[in-house]
Structures are given as C-alpha cells and as structure tokens.
Nanobody
C-alpha cells in the first residue's frame, strides 16, 4: 500500500503563487503515474496535472500557470501554481498509480486545502 502525503496548501490572494508537494512512502519514481487532482467547493474531483510515463498532461485551466515536476532528491511530486485565481480554490489531492500484472492500482493522499481570495 502506497501512502501519499501532501503539504504546502494555504491561503493566498488572487494573482499569488503556491507550491504543493507530495511525498510517497516508497520511491516517487517507482510509480507509473503521479499527479494532482482537486475538488472545488460543491463540485466533483477533477484532474489538474498528471505525469504518466514520459507524458505530462494538464487540465486546460492549469496549462500555462501550473507546473508539475518530480524531485528525486526530496522524493516528491510538486505542483507549482502561479497566477492563482479564486476558481482555483479547493482541496488538492496527490495521486499515484502503479501498473501491475493484476491491473492498475491508484492511491490518494488525504488532500490539502488551497484558498484563493479575490
């Protein structure tokens, strides 16, 4: 069982920046996929950014403002968020995925709150 723990959430004003980090109980690079999702207030959880293999995907709302990266020294997957807007508010979840013979297994962190005020 992979355990993921997020950090770095908080409150920031519109136009500001935050950096989220997620560490894994194992090696972050051993996961086939790692990424970030968020759940805006009153809405379903949605993709923000995902690294799978060598590909990187961003939600349209995140492209150009957010950057996902993996840090081997810290064993983290990070999400740098710039030019934050109130609609970016929500609970941000770290996601990790393993592809095994038995299938694909996904793991979630507990979430970290991001609040952007106007």
């Amino acid at each position: 069982q992979v355990q993921l723990v997020e950090s770095g959430g908080g409150q920031v004003q519109s136009g500001g920046s935050l950096r989220l980090s997620c560490t894994s109980s194992g090696s972050i690079f051993s996961l086939n996929g790692v990424g970030w999702y968020r759940r805006p207030p009153g809405k379903e959880r949605e993709l923000v950014a995902l690294i799978f293999g060598r590909s990187v995907d961003y939600a349209p709302a995140a492209r150009g403002r957010f950057t996902i990266s993996r840090d081997s020294a810290k064993n983290t997957v990070d999400l740098q968020m710039n030019s934050l807007q109130p609609e970016d508010s929500g609970v941000y979840y770290c996601y990790g995925e393993e592809v095994r013979e038995a299938g694909r297994f996904g793991f979630w962190g507990q979430g970290t709150q991001v609040t952007v005020s106007s």
